[in-house]
Every structure is written in C-alpha cells, then in structure tokens.
C-alpha cells in the first residue's frame, strides 16, 4: 500500500480565499483523522471519522472549516474563508478498526500558508 | 483530562551515546501508546506501538517500555547515531479505535 496520501503537499493562499485539502487513507482503513500541526499549540486533532461517518469535531476551530469523507477513500478539509492564523502543517491520519493494533499512520501533510 | 507530557522538549547528545526518552500520561486507563518519530518538514512515522497489556516493545535500537502505574513510557535508544536526530513524539490511545492524545514531542539532536 502506498500509505495515506495527501495532496496538496504546500498551499500559499491569501487571506479570504477558499483553501481544500485532500486525503486519501490506506485502504481497509476505518478511521480517518485531521490534525493541526504549529509550533505555539503543537499537534492538534481537528475531526475525525470512522466508516466515513464523523465521529468528533470537537476540535475544529470555526464554522470556516469543514470536512467531509464522501466514501472510504476520499476525505477532504476545507477552509472557507482562510485567514493568516491557519497558517499550519494539515495532516491526514488512518488507523484500521478495533480488533487489530490500531496503529496510527499518517500522510506526508499539506503545509498551508495565508497570505 | 487526559494529558501527555514529554520531558525534556530538546535533547543534545554526542554520538554513539545511549538515551532515554520519556512520556508521562495522567490516566493510566490506556490501550495502546506509540512512539512516532518526525523529520522537519515531514509527517509522522511509526516507531512502536506497545498494547496495555504489554511491558515493552523491541525494533533494532529502540526499546520502548510501558508502566501504567506510574503513568509512564521511555524509548530507548541505543548507540545513537547523527541519523537519529528528529522530533520524538509519543502518543496515547483509551480505545481501541479511537482519537489519540499527543505529546509535545522531544527534539533530540545528536552530534557526530
């Protein structure tokens, strides 16, 4: 498998434009998170889902971000509109469902800069 | 709350030394603890991942051990080598598929 894959790899935007990141997880698995990576608040977790349905979204900031999982393939988080503070490195994680390990496995990142 | 602390957030060493790195957790309930390691600029790579039910984990020069009693995971690290130097970061589950609590991570940096 060729792991979690995330795309784009870096995004330099500018303030008010629509910002989305993509993430494919390794097949078979059933969880897929987002976290939030910065040097003040460390990594942070945002959303995440189990069989594409979401589970917590405790963690998302603002009503200007949003993610969606439409099959077990495919994720994507949106901000709408970004702002100079979302300036992080974005990353995409799977791990399989109960019954095996459950070990965490993470994408490369999509590094976001605002303008 | 559920926290994870790693002490201490920068570690200097020359090489060849052997050094620990610690993880404290403050509910001892967990079902699992990995040990990630990152390079600037990339994502998480897995290490280890010790189960509750176990004391310790081996992988080349890596021995990552669990205590819950005490609330506390090391990772070890034998003859360590310049290639070694990253951001350690450990990780803490409460279920068996759920969300995990990270730690701030360990920078360590080791000098030929």
């Known amino acids: 498998d060729a792991g979690v894959i995330q795309s784009p790899r870096h995004e330099v935007t500018e303030m008010g434009q629509e910002v989305t990141l993509r993430c494919k997880p390794i097949?078979?698995?059933?969880?897929l998170f987002w976290y939030r990576q910065t040097m003040m608040r460390g990594l942070e977790l945002l959303i995440y889902?189990?069989?594409?349905?979401?589970?917590?979204d405790s963690g998302m900031p603002e009503d200007r971000f949003s993610a969606k999982m439409p099959n077990a393939s495919f994720s994507t988080l949106k901000i709408q509109p970004s702002e100079p503070r979302d300036s992080a490195v974005y990353f995409c994680?799977?791990?399989?469902?109960?019954?095996?390990?459950?070990?965490?496995?993470f994408g490369e990142g999509s590094r976001l800069t605002v303008l | 709350k559920q926290e994870v602390t790693q002490i201490p957030a920068a570690l200097s060493v020359p090489e060849g030394e052997n050094l620990v790195l610690n993880c404290s957790f403050t509910?001892?309930?967990?079902?699992?603890l990995q040990w990630f390691r990152q390079d600037p600029g990339k994502g998480l790579t897995s290490l280890l991942l010790?189960?509750?039910?176990?004391r310790e984990q081996t992988s080349g020069r890596l021995n990552a051990s669990l205590d819950k009693s005490s609330g506390r995971s090391t990772l070890y690290i034998a003859a360590s080598q310049p290639g070694d130097s990253a951001t350690y970061l450990c990780?803490?589950?409460?279920?068996?598929?759920?969300?995990?609590?990270f730690g701030d991570g360990t920078t360590l940096t080791v000098k030929p």
């Open positions: 097949s078979g698995h059933d969880y």
């Open positions: 994680a799977s791990r399989p469902d109960g019954g095996f390990t459950g070990e965490l496995f």
């Open positions: 889902f189990n069989n594409n349905v979401p589970i917590d």
């Open positions: 010790i189960q509750s039910s176990q």
């Open positions: 509910d001892s309930a967990i079902y699992n």
């Open positions: 990780a803490v589950s409460y279920t068996n598929a759920g969300k995990s609590t």
